[in-house]
Structures are given as structure tokens and as C-alpha cells.
């Protein structure tokens, strides 16, 4: 196993995808099952990068007063419910259904960021009911792929109209306590392996550091988004060609 090269890898991906906003365990676990590494260490590699990203963001929007505790916790409770029961379903999916559910979940991020479009919310829905909903798919599917859930979370709240800053603050507080119970299951589960997490984690949160910082810097969020969004595709074509083995 080629620690360096994984290293580097996490190190580029996390500059890219945080200067998107997006986390980069989405793009960094698939990586790691292409390169030999088994999927039930990967994730919780993923979700273990997740959990320290999403507790910076946090802090920061706690401390800035960007974060509404009220319209976040029904997410919260449940996505941090589901994302062990993701986690625990994957000791008995099998491999290949698990990539095919990757190939689906890496085509929808990726098509929310090259065409999504916010609208403005009407006077209708139940923030409660649809939060609900939202938290149980993402912390599911979270668990399950180990990448903490956010790019279900974020799209799907801002396609019902949300105010974007609200969503991006609810987001990272829901990944980081979804992503944080996703892999103390996989901890309880025995499927760390803690030189990899090492390897792997600390250049991916250094790049994300780097990556939010150069965010400010003359460079457009969209742009790079639709950059995330042709990744993601070539990703999923990837990860299909392994799951068609």
C-alpha cells in the first residue's frame, strides 16, 4: 500500500472539493477501493475526515451566529440515528451493490452542481417533516458510503427553497455529528486502520484548510463547482466500469 501517493491524492482532492464546499470523502473513499484499499476501511477513513472538517465549519458558524438550532435538529437527531445503521448495514450488503449505490449517489452530487439552480421557498412544507425525511436518506446513505451525508443534505434543502447560508451552517453541523456516529460504529466494528486514517486525514484537512482559504481569492465558487461536478461524473464512470467488474 503506498501511503505517500494516497496522501498526496487526499491532499489535491480536499483543496478542490473545499473550494467547491463540498467534502471531499466523497471523492476520497472511491479513490482509496480503486487503489486496494477494502471499502469497510476506507469509509471510516471518510467519515473520520468528515467529522474533523464539518467540527472547524461548526465552531466557526457557532461563534459567528450563523447556526439555527431549531430548524437543524430534527436532521440532526435523525441523520446521527441512521449513519450507524448505515454503517452496520454494509458488513452485510455486498461489495458490488454498495458501488452501485456509490455510482448513483456520485451522478446526483454531480448533477447538483453543475445545473442546480436555487428557488425561493413558498409558504407551504413542514420544515420538521421535511428535515426528517432528509436527515434519515442522508444519514443512511451516509453511513453506508461513508461520506456523512452533506450532498443529499445541502441540494435537497436548498431545492426546497431554503436560504442557502442557513443550509451550508445546518449542513456542516448535522455531517459533523452523522459523520462522528458513523465511524465510531465502524470503530465498534473493528475495521480502522489507524497508520491509513494518519496517512490519509491530516493532508486532507490540511488541503481543506488551504482549499477554503484560496476560496477568497479570485476564485469563483460556481466555476469550480462545475469542475466538482465533471469529477464526480468520471468518478462514477470509474467506480461503474469496477462494479461491472
Not at 458488513?91 to 442546480?116: H, R
Not at 436527515?135 to 445541502?154: K, M, R
Not at 465510531?184 to 494518519?198: F, I, N, P, V
Amino acid at each position: 500500500m503506498n501511503y505517500p501517493e494516497l496522501a498526496l491524492i487526499a491532499f489535491i482532492l480536499s483543496i478542490v472539493f473545499s473550494i467547491g464546499g463540498v467534502g471531499s470523502a466523497i471523492a476520497i473513499v472511491p479513490v482509496m477501493g480503486w487503489l486496494g484499499i477494502p471499502l469497510m476501511t476506507a469509509k471510516p477513513t471518510g467519515l473520520f475526515i468528515n467529522t474533523l472538517s464539518m467540527l472547524s465549519a461548526t465552531l466557526k458558524n457557532i461563534k459567528h451566529g450563523k447556526l439555527d438550532h431549531r430548524f437543524g435538529l430534527p436532521i440532526l437527531i435523525v441523520a446521527t440515528a441512521m449513519a450507524p445503521v448505515g454503517a452496520y448495514a454494509g458488513k452485510f450488503i455486498p461489495k458490488v451493490y454498495v458501488l452501485w449505490v456509490f455510482v448513483a449517489f456520485l451522478i446526483y452530487s454531480g448533477t447538483m452542481m453543475i445545473f442546480f439552480r436555487p428557488r425561493r421557498r413558498g409558504s407551504g412544507g413542514n420544515h420538521i417533516v421535511e428535515g426528517s425525511v432528509i436527515g434519515g436518506i442522508a444519514g443512511f446513505l451516509g453511513g453506508l458510503l461513508g461520506v456523512g451525508g452533506g450532498g443529499i443534505i445541502s441540494p435537497a434543502l436548498i431545492m426546497l427553497g431554503y436560504e442557502p447560508k442557513k443550509v451550508a451552517a445546518t449542513t456542516a453541523l448535522v455531517v459533523f455529528f452523522s459523520s462522528l456516529s458513523g465511524f465510531l460504529t465502524y470503530w465498534g466494528m473493528g475495521t480502522l486502520d489507524w497508520e491509513l486514517l494518519l496517512w490519509v486525514s491530516i493532508p486532507a484537512i490540511a488541503g481543506g484548510w488551504l482549499g477554503t482559504h484560496l476560496m477568497h481569492f479570485k476564485m469563483s465558487s460556481e466555476q469550480v463547482k462545475k469542475v466538482i461536478g465533471v469529477i464526480m461524473y468520471l468518478i462514477a464512470l470509474k467506480t461503474l466500469l469496477v462494479a461491472m467488474g
